[in-house]
């Protein structure tokens, strides 16, 4: 298992890039963590460092947010938080996102962790003293 520390958020940029760099190949990323631990942060950070300039934001109630790289790659972001039941995931044809080879983060996996592929990595942030934040994979 794999840790980075994050002590403030002037470090977060330089965490994501880390990540970004030992994550390997990857393209599924599931985050866990408790509410307000920083998941939807941590993922702003890591967009900013794949060249996305647009406005990052948890997509909760669309379940889904696609953003382009630079280089027209797409980035799928989905907030799990607010689904009944794993079933209304094969209603937005999830499959065609997690299994398309494209970046896909996760947010909230739990509530439908039936249907999270066996090889996503997965990513648990946890809170420390002086709100620090522990980014285990």
Not at 61 to 77: A, C, K, Q, R, W
Not at 92 to 121: N, Q, R, T, V
Request: proline letters at 4%; glycine letters at 6%.
């Amino acid at each position: 298992m794999k840790t980075i520390t994050i002590s403030s958020l002037q470090e977060l940029d330089d965490a994501a890039s880390r990540f970004l760099e030992l994550k390997g190949r990857a393209s599924v990323i599931s985050f866990s963590g408790a509410m307000g631990a920083g998941k939807t942060t941590f993922i702003q950070a890591l967009c900013r460092n794949l060249g996305i300039e647009v406005e990052v934001n948890s997509p909760t109630f669309s379940l889904v947010n696609e953003y382009f790289t630079p280089d027209g790659e797409s980035i799928f972001h989905f907030d799990l938080y607010r689904i009944e039941s794993p079933e209304e995931l094969f209603d937005m044809g999830y499959e065609e996102y997690f299994y398309s080879g494209s970046l896909c983060l996760i947010e909230w996996p739990e509530k439908a962790s039936s249907l999270i592929p066996e090889d996503a990595l997965q990513v648990r942030i946890q809170v420390g003293e002086n709100d620090a934040r522990f980014i285990q994979f």
